[in-house]
């Protein structure tokens, strides 16, 4: 076993290298998943936000409302 010993100092050097670099791979992946969330977040909020717009148009069609888009210009 004590003829292994040499070998252990560039071994350990190159499991500290690795482990150094799957540190900071982690932390970076892990500043894109929260970016990722709030981006998210953002969309589902918008979706809803459009969602309920269409909704409002859909009931205002339902209704008989005919929208600004058909309505006569006031000089006609």
Avoid: K, W
């Avoid at 560039?10 to 900071?24: A, G, W």
Wanted: proline fraction near 5%; charge should be negative; glycine fraction near 6%.
């Amino acid at each position: 076993m004590t003829d292994r010993q040499p070998d252990a100092g560039p071994r350990l050097d190159e499991v500290e290298s690795r482990l150094t670099f799957q540190d900071d791979l982690i932390e970076s992946l892990n500043r894109v998943v929260a970016r990722q969330d709030i981006e998210l977040a953002d969309l589902a909020r918008r979706l809803r936000a459009l969602e309920s717009r269409l909704n409002d148009l859909a009931e205002t069609a339902s209704m008989g409302g005919s929208g600004a888009g058909h309505e006569v210009p006031p000089h006609y």
